[in-house]
């Protein structure tokens, strides 16, 4: 049994923490937990006084502490203990550095929650993608104040960065973005235009103030045309089945459309059932655990998604939006 204990000050931990007791293989010692969290504590919950005390009770920690995560970070590594942080969470480039040479030095796990990775809609549609020319991405969420106090690209637009990096297998070779304040201080929109260097061209939007929810990735290779709903865990590939057969523009089009298609293209339509991604990144932090493999996303990569997201906030920045 993994002995896991959770460091927290924002009330999301109880999620991690309902997971956590349906999980077989981790044994919960109790909770460390500041701020609005406290609230949401019970009086059957194991509570510990510091940071300290319940690392050192430990044999992982999970954190949900944005505040806080760096330091608490460092505490964990430190003393050789495996590290799960929730999101958001934000490093500089030094202590990133930092936390990557703690965490090799320990021997130890340390990954990311960024879940968009195991939305099975997007894991099943993988094996059509295997050279993304284009990529266009939406992710437009009705407001809410809660979504109003952080930040569209480093909460919101991040989880789309890891997956373009993911699909793309690429570095970043230039950004363009720009980012408009309608109801809050910071951007409530987002528009980045990534070039990659494999030579794929990514388009993202995010919005905070969509009247319509929508999360979908499309791309686009030589022979085929991939659409990822991530709300509706659905998604469609379009291909030509002739070998180096290509999709005119024409053909495209009318498929976009709703047009009827030609005997040398095929469409698949596929709908997969909703799985619990918290319960499923625990269950894959404890099998890097156990296992010793390498995490689903590992810092290295959380930390890829997130330098290239300071790098659009840079150039938001930069064109006089605050």
Known sequence: MVRVGIVATSP?????AERLHKINGFEPVGYYAA???KQALSEKDKVFNSPEELIKASDAVLVSSPQYNYDIAQAVLRSA????IDMPFAFDEAQAQHLRNLSHEANVKFQIGLSERLNPAFIAAK?????????EVHRLMNYDTESASGSIVLDHMIHDIDTVLHLTGSTVRKVSA????????SPDIANVRLEMNSGCTVNLT?????????????VFQFNAYVAIDFLKNSYEVVQHTRQNGRLTPEELQEL???GSINSDISTLQNHIQEQDR???ELELFLHSINANTNPVVSFNEAFQALDVARQIMEKINNSGID
Not at 12 to 16: G, I, M, N, S
Not at 206 to 218: D, F, H, L, V
């Open 35 to 37: 701020g609005d969290a």
């Open 206 to 218: 995010a919005s905070r103030i969509s009247r319509q929810s929508m999360c979908k990735t499309r």
């Open 178 to 185: 720009n980012g408009v304040s309608v109801v809050s201080d």
């Open 256 to 258: 976009l459309c709703g």
């Open 12 to 16: 999301r931990f109880k999620t991690l």
């Open 278 to 280: 918290v319960r499923t």
């Open 127 to 135: 094996q059509y993608i295997q050279r993304p020319l284009f990529i």
């Open 81 to 84: 203990r495996h590290l799960y």
